[in-house]
């Protein structure tokens, strides 16, 4: 399977390429834009983004974009923080703060009504399922919890499971973690 991730951070993409590197992993990484992606119509069996796709400022692109780089009979898969959740509880916060005026909140792609209405048009199978996500700190001692990350699957007609998907490979935000949450939660859909 061929794997190439993509992140608008150049220094993600360099955290992604190392710790590919010391797995053992063969995946290559490119800086890209969620709303622009730099890739063919159709370039991959499977699309896949956890909490990277959800902060691009124009979700509609990013709905286009996910959909047009997936091959028919494909499927995209999205890990996305909920507005009820600890995380989504923690940016309505810092929104009153620090949040650009007028850019939707990361967290509507963690609503299923939003969801469809981005991308329920082109997709003949849409399924959300609320999951409890735990993260460790950086120091690997203290464990704490966020709540409520919803997983968004999509297939366009008869999709292949996740690990029996063989060909293009698969699009993601390269921040250098996640790869395992998603095959699960594509595993669940």
């Known amino acids: 399977m061929n794997v190439t991730g993509v992140d ?12 590919a590197k010391a797995e053992g992993l063969n ?22 983004s956890l909490v990277g796709a ?3 400022p124009r979700p509609e692109l990013v709905a286009r974009e996910l959909l047009r780089v997936c091959s028919p009979g494909g499927t995209t898969a999205m890990g996305n923080w909920t507005r009820q959740g ?34 329920g048009h082109a997709v003949s199978d849409l399924k959300m399922t ?15 919890s966020t709540s409520s990350v919803s997983i968004m699957g999509r297939q366009i007609g008869h999709s292949p499971r996740w690990m029996k998907i063989r060909g ?5 935000n390269s921040n ?3 790869l395992n949450t998603i095959a699960e939660a594509m595993n669940s859909l």
Request: glycine share 8%; charged share 20%.
């Open 27 to 48: 995946a290559r990484f490119i800086e890209g834009d969620a709303e622009a992606l730099p890739f063919e119509d159709a370039s991959f069996d499977v699309v896949t």
């Open 86 to 119: 600890f995380v989504g509880q923690m940016f309505k916060t810092f929104a009153k703060f620090i949040a650009p005026s007028g850019m939707p909140a990361p967290v509507s792609w963690g609503d299923e009504t939003v969801v469809r209405e981005r991308l």
């Open 176 to 178: 250098g973690c996640g």
């Open 8 to 19: 608008i951070a150049p220094n993600l993409i360099q955290r992604a390429q190392a710790r």
């Open 130 to 144: 609320l999951r409890h996500y735990n993260s460790l700190t950086p120091s690997r001692r203290l464990k704490w």
């Open 54 to 56: 959800m902060f691009a």
């Open 168 to 172: 293009k490979g698969c699009a993601t």
